[in-house]
């Protein structure tokens, strides 16, 4: 699978965009790009996959460059129930198994 | 709907003995993960089931580790003579298998066991 590359940490005002950025320079040409989060003491949480085309859903949108080299997920109006680690990850459709491969993520850190 | 459930949350252990982990998900869901999660640190793949095909056990650490799927739905993951390094929040995911050959659909994950080792 694709590395990716993400800042360890960021932080949001509340009621601010949150716009988390995303590094996959090496994705090939059939791996989709998926977010999650975890918040303190669950699980991961999914937030929102594309391929190639910009996507949005009721937690966020999801801004793909047109190379596919980056991504930028965007929480319009941040609060305080966002605070959590943010992953991305790159992942071939056809690899059933191992690969949901989560780095280091970026903890974001929404202020009052 | 009902999420992916694990049982039990919490649990405490001494050195030597065995655990058992449940997992049960989400309805309907065919892909079946379990991960590994230690202090601070990212998911470690275990093992992986998908209908009725072999599971993927690449991600299993050593053959103190085993898991079991029944009837397509819970998952057990079981763990002989448990040492300190065991310790670790251990997390099921379940998906659906979108389409034959695609496997795209997102993972949705239980709040994990919290297994300490003593």
């Known amino acids: 699978d694709a590395k990716t590359t993400q800042p360890p940490s960021m932080d949001c005002a509340e009621g601010r965009a949150a716009n988390l950025p995303c590094n996959h320079s090496t994705i090939s040409g059939n791996e989709y790009v998926y977010w999650y989060r975890q918040i303190h003491s669950q699980g991961p949480q999914y937030i929102i996959h594309?391929?190639?085309n910009n996507e949005t859903n009721e937690m966020a949108s999801l801004i793909i460059t047109e190379d596919r080299k980056s991504s930028t997920l965007i929480l319009p109006h941040a609060t305080l129930r966002d605070t959590a680690v943010y992953y991305c990850?790159?992942?071939?459709?056809?690899?059933?198994?191992?690969?949901?491969?989560f780095g280091g993520g970026t903890r974001l850190m929404v202020k009052p | 709907g009902a999420g992916v459930s694990q049982s039990p949350s919490n649990k405490v252990t001494e050195k030597g003995k065995d655990v058992e982990l449940r997992c049960d998900p989400i309805?309907?869901?065919?892909?079946l993960y379990w991960y590994r999660q230690s202090l601070g640190q990212g998911l470690e793949f275990l093992i992986y089931f998908q209908g009725n095909s072999a599971p993927d056990k690449s991600g299993l650490p050593s053959d103190r580790f085993s898991a079991e799927r029944t009837g397509g739905s819970v998952s057990t993951l079981t763990i002989q003579r448990t040492q300190q390094e065991d310790s670790a929040v251990y997390l099921c995911?379940?998906?659906?298998?979108?389409?034959?050959?695609?496997?795209?659909?997102?993972?949705?994950f239980g709040n994990g066991t919290r297994l300490t080792v003593t």
């Open positions: 995911a379940s998906s659906l298998r979108s389409q034959p050959g695609l496997y795209n659909s997102p993972l949705h």
């Open positions: 594309g391929l190639k």
């Open positions: 990850i790159v992942r071939v459709p056809n690899n059933a198994g191992n690969m949901l491969t």
């Open positions: 309805s309907g869901h065919t892909a």
